[in-house]
């Protein structure tokens, strides 16, 4: 029996399946500034990756072409936007891990979320009310 090859692309994106580790960097910039030229990008990110400047243009394009970023051309830099905020992508890739990984069972993604972040009393009632209106809608159906 012939040994089966699994190849795994580390940056397939799609909204659905999240972002590989650059385009995470690069799209934190990018939210955390609102809109960026690949410069921008390129100055906050240099100091801890030293990458070239035309790798940081080729993701953003790439992100842009992905719909990930709005990229606007009238000017002479190119000037990028997002196009999804991050709790939309959050969303999306949590979602995928849950499908894909978990099959459906939401259980050990809350579970791994609440042991491995920080939270606050606010938040916690508010999941707790969640709780309690999921709790709700199981119990009528």
Same mark, same amino acid.
């Given at each position: 029996?012939?040994?089966?090859?699994?190849?795994?692309?580390?940056?397939?994106? $799609?909204?659905?399946?999240?972002?590989? =580790?650059?385009? /995470?960097?690069?799209?934190?910039?990018?939210?955390?500034?609102?809109?960026?030229? +690949?410069?921008?990008?390129? @100055? *906050?990110? &240099?100091?801890?990756?030293?990458?070239? &400047?035309?790798?940081?243009?080729? +993701?953003?394009?790439?992100? /842009?072409?992905?719909?990930?970023?709005?990229?606007?051309?009238?000017?002479?830099?190119?000037?990028?936007?997002?196009?999804?905020?991050?709790? @939309?992508? /959050?969303?999306?890739?949590?979602?995928?891990?849950?499908?894909?990984?978990?099959? $459906?069972?939401? /259980?050990?993604?809350?579970?791994?979320?609440?042991?491995?972040? =920080?939270?606050?009393?606010? =938040?916690?009632?508010?999941?707790?009310?969640?709780?309690? *209106?999921?709790?709700?809608?199981?119990?009528?159906?």
């Amino acid at each position: 029996m012939a040994k089966k090859t699994i190849r795994v692309r580390k940056n397939r994106v $799609g909204v659905g399946s999240g972002l590989g =580790e650059l385009e /995470a960097d690069i799209m934190s910039v990018v939210w955390k500034l609102g809109n960026a030229s +690949v410069k921008d990008v390129f @100055e *906050e990110l &240099y100091p801890g990756k030293r990458l070239a &400047y035309t790798t940081i243009m080729t +993701v953003m394009s790439r992100l /842009a072409n992905k719909n990930v970023l709005k990229q606007d051309r009238s000017g002479t830099a190119y000037i990028y936007t997002p196009n999804v905020s991050q709790e @939309e992508m /959050a969303s999306s890739m949590i979602g995928h891990v849950v499908e894909k990984v978990l099959g $459906g069972n939401i /259980a050990p993604a809350v579970v791994y979320l609440l042991k491995r972040g =920080e939270i606050d009393v606010n =938040e916690i009632e508010r999941i707790k009310s969640m709780i309690q *209106e999921k709790k709700g809608e199981l119990v009528k159906s």
